[in-house]
C-alpha cells in the first residue's frame, strides 16, 4: 500500500494520502484547503484515482478540502454522520468500510474532542484524528466535547487495539510523526492517569480558541466550500 503524510505547517495538522498499489485507487484523510494544489499534483505524480476524500472530525482550526477535492476528481466526500454535514456523500458509522482496491479503512467512532470524531483502522495501522496524539490527546472543551468521553474512546477503543498497531495521529505539536499504541499506553501521560484524574487535568487545561474557529467550523459544515 502506498502511504503519504503531508503536513500543513500553520495549524501543525497531518494529512494521508492512502492508495493501493496495483489499482491505484486513493483515499485522502483530513485534507487541508491551503494545500489543494499540493495534493493534486502528488495524486497525478503518483498515478492515483482519488475515490474518497474524509475527515475525522468537523475541524476548528482548519478549513478541509474535501469539496475541492470532490468537484477537481470525481471522489466522493466522508464525515461522521453525526457531524452534521449535509453535503458530505457519506455519513459515516462505527463498523463502516471505505474500500479502495483491496484494501479496507475500517471506521471507529471515537468522540470526545468533538462528539462526532472517528478514527480510521487499516492493516496494523489507525489513523486517530484528534481523539489520541503522540503523547497526548485532543482538547475537549468546545463542539461538544467531553473528557470522560474521550477518555473511554481511548481507553475502550483505540488501546484495544494490538500494542504495535502504528498510530497516526491528526495532529502533532512537537515533531513526531508516528507511534503506536503500545507505546502510548506506557507513555501518554494524559493516559496514565485514572478517568477521573484526565477529566480533571482537561478541564483545567484553559487553552485559547484555534485562531481559524470563527471560519473553519461553519465551512467544514459547508465541506470547505463555505
Same mark, same amino acid.
Given at each position: 500500500?502506498?502511504?503519504?503524510?503531508?503536513?500543513?505547517?500553520?495549524?501543525?495538522?497531518? &494529512?494521508?494520502?492512502?492508495?493501493?498499489?496495483?489499482?491505484?485507487?486513493?483515499?485522502?484523510?483530513?485534507? %487541508?484547503?491551503?494545500?489543494?494544489?499540493?495534493?493534486?499534483?502528488?495524486?497525478?505524480? $503518483? =498515478?492515483?484515482? $482519488? $475515490?474518497?476524500?474524509?475527515?475525522?472530525?468537523?475541524?476548528?482550526?482548519?478549513?478541509?478540502?474535501? =469539496?475541492?477535492?470532490?468537484? +477537481?476528481?470525481? !471522489?466522493?466526500?466522508? %464525515?461522521?454522520?453525526?457531524?452534521? %454535514?449535509? !453535503? +458530505?456523500?457519506?455519513?459515516?458509522?462505527?463498523?463502516?468500510?471505505?474500500?479502495? =482496491?483491496?484494501? +479496507?479503512?475500517?471506521?471507529?467512532?471515537?468522540?470526545?474532542?468533538?462528539?462526532? !470524531?472517528?478514527?480510521?483502522?487499516?492493516?496494523?495501522?489507525? /489513523?486517530?484524528?484528534?481523539?489520541?496524539?503522540?503523547?497526548?490527546? =485532543?482538547? &475537549?472543551?468546545?463542539?461538544?466535547?467531553?473528557?470522560? &468521553?474521550?477518555?473511554?474512546?481511548?481507553?475502550?477503543?483505540? /488501546?484495544?487495539? +494490538?500494542?504495535?498497531?502504528?498510530?497516526?495521529?491528526?495532529?502533532?505539536?512537537?515533531?513526531?510523526?508516528?507511534?503506536?499504541?503500545?507505546?502510548?499506553?506506557? /507513555?501518554?501521560?494524559?493516559? &496514565?492517569?485514572?478517568?477521573?484524574?484526565?477529566?480533571?487535568?482537561?478541564?483545567?487545561?484553559?487553552?485559547?480558541?484555534?485562531?481559524?474557529?470563527?471560519e473553519a467550523v461553519p465551512a467544514n459544515l459547508a465541506c470547505g466550500k463555505g
Amino acid at each position: 500500500m502506498i502511504l503519504r503524510q503531508l503536513f500543513d505547517h500553520e495549524s501543525y495538522t497531518y &494529512t494521508y494520502l492512502l492508495a493501493d498499489k496495483n489499482t491505484h485507487e486513493a483515499v485522502i484523510i483530513d485534507p %487541508v484547503k491551503e494545500h489543494l494544489a499540493r495534493d493534486l499534483k502528488l495524486i497525478n505524480e $503518483l =498515478g492515483l484515482t $482519488l $475515490l474518497y476524500a474524509l475527515d475525522t472530525h468537523v475541524h476548528a482550526d482548519h478549513v478541509t478540502s474535501a =469539496g475541492d477535492l470532490r468537484e +477537481a476528481t470525481g !471522489c466522493e466526500t466522508g %464525515v461522521s454522520s453525526g457531524g452534521d %454535514v449535509d !453535503c +458530505a456523500d457519506l455519513s459515516l458509522n462505527d463498523n463502516d468500510e471505505i474500500q479502495f =482496491g483491496r484494501h +479496507a479503512l475500517r471506521v471507529m467512532t471515537t468522540p470526545g474532542h468533538t462528539d462526532s !470524531c472517528l478514527s480510521f483502522y487499516i492493516n496494523n495501522m489507525v /489513523f486517530s484524528g484528534d481523539a489520541l496524539f503522540i503523547r497526548g490527546t =485532543g482538547r &475537549t472543551d468546545f463542539q461538544q466535547g467531553d473528557a470522560g &468521553t474521550l477518555y473511554d474512546s481511548i481507553s475502550q477503543k483505540l /488501546f484495544t487495539l +494490538a500494542d504495535d498497531t502504528i498510530l497516526y495521529p491528526a495532529h502533532d505539536y512537537r515533531g513526531h510523526t508516528r507511534s503506536t499504541i503500545g507505546e502510548e499506553k506506557q /507513555f501518554n501521560p494524559r493516559m &496514565t492517569q485514572s478517568r477521573a484524574e484526565f477529566i480533571e487535568t482537561m478541564n483545567e487545561l484553559d487553552l485559547p480558541d484555534p485562531k481559524k474557529m470563527m471560519e473553519a467550523v461553519p465551512a467544514n459544515l459547508a465541506c470547505g466550500k463555505g
